[in-house]
C-alpha cells in the first residue's frame, strides 16, 4: 500500500514539471495577460451571446405549427402563445438594449412590448429575435467600469444603471425560456439543451 500512494505521488510531481516549467518559459507579458481582467462589457456580452445560444435552438425546435400553442391544462387565460413569448423576449431585448445605449429602440415593440403585430410565421419571428439579440450584445458591450452605475433614467419611473438593466435582462429571458421549456415538453419535444 506504501508503495502505491508513493508511486501516486511520484506520477502527480512529475506530471506537474511539465506544466510549471511551461509556465515558467511563459514571457512576463503573456503571463501578465493571462492574469488581466476581463472587462465589465465583455462579460454581459458574453452572458448575452450564450441566452442567444439557448434561445435561437429553443425557437426553432418548435414546429410552425405550434407556434400558436398555449397550455390548456390549468390556468393559462390570456398567456402568450410560444410565437407571442418569442417576440416579446425580442421586443424587450430591444427595449433594456435602448436603455442602456441611451437611444430608441430601433425595432417596433409592438404593443404592450409584444412585438410587431405583423410578424406571423416562424422565419419571420426568428429572424426577429436573432436581431434583437445582436443589438443586446451591442448594447451589453457597451458596458463599462466608467458607466456601469451611473444613474440613468429607468424606464419604469427614478434611475436605474446599466448594470441592473443588464441584470433585468437576464433575468426576463430566463423567465421566458422556461416558460418556453414547458411549451416544447407539453408538445412531447425534448429541448435542445437536454438533447444530450
Known amino acids: 500500500m506504501k508503495k502505491t500512494g508513493l508511486l501516486l505521488v511520484l506520477f502527480l510531481v512529475l506530471g506537474l514539471i511539465p506544466?510549471?516549467?511551461?509556465?515558467?518559459?511563459?514571457?512576463?507579458?503573456?503571463?501578465?495577460?493571462?492574469?488581466?481582467?476581463?472587462?465589465?462589457?465583455e462579460v454581459l456580452s458574453r452572458t448575452m451571446v450564450h441566452i442567444q445560444r439557448m434561445f435561437l435552438p429553443?425557437?426553432?425546435?418548435?414546429?410552425?405549427?405550434?407556434?400558436?400553442?398555449?397550455?390548456?391544462?390549468?390556468?393559462?387565460?390570456?398567456?402568450?402563445?410560444?410565437?407571442?413569448?418569442?417576440?416579446?423576449?425580442?421586443?424587450?431585448n430591444y427595449f433594456y438594449g435602448s436603455v442602456i445605449l441611451g437611444e430608441k429602440p430601433p425595432q417596433d415593440p409592438g404593443e404592450n412590448h409584444n412585438g410587431p403585430a405583423s410578424l406571423k410565421n416562424k422565419g419571420e419571428i426568428i429572424k426577429y429575435l436573432g436581431e434583437s439579440f445582436l443589438y443586446l450584445i451591442k448594447a451589453a458591450g457597451s458596458v463599462n467600469e466608467k458607466n456601469m452605475l451611473v444613474p440613468i433614467k429607468s424606464p419604469f419611473g427614478g434611475n436605474a444603471t446599466r448594470l441592473g438593466m443588464s441584470n433585468l435582462i437576464i433575468e426576463h429571458c430566463f423567465d421566458h425560456y422556461g416558460q418556453m421549456i414547458e411549451y416544447l415538453r407539453m408538445n412531447g419535444i425534448v429541448p435542445p439543451a437536454s438533447q444530450h
Open 58 to 92: 429553443v425557437a426553432d425546435a418548435m414546429p410552425e405549427d405550434k407556434y400558436t400553442f398555449v397550455p390548456t391544462n390549468g390556468e393559462f387565460k390570456g398567456v402568450r402563445n410560444f410565437g407571442e413569448q418569442l417576440k416579446h423576449v425580442a421586443a424587450m
Open 19 to 41: 506544466c510549471a516549467t511551461a509556465q515558467a518559459a511563459k514571457p512576463d507579458k503573456e503571463r501578465e495577460k493571462e492574469r488581466e481582467e476581463i472587462e465589465v462589457g
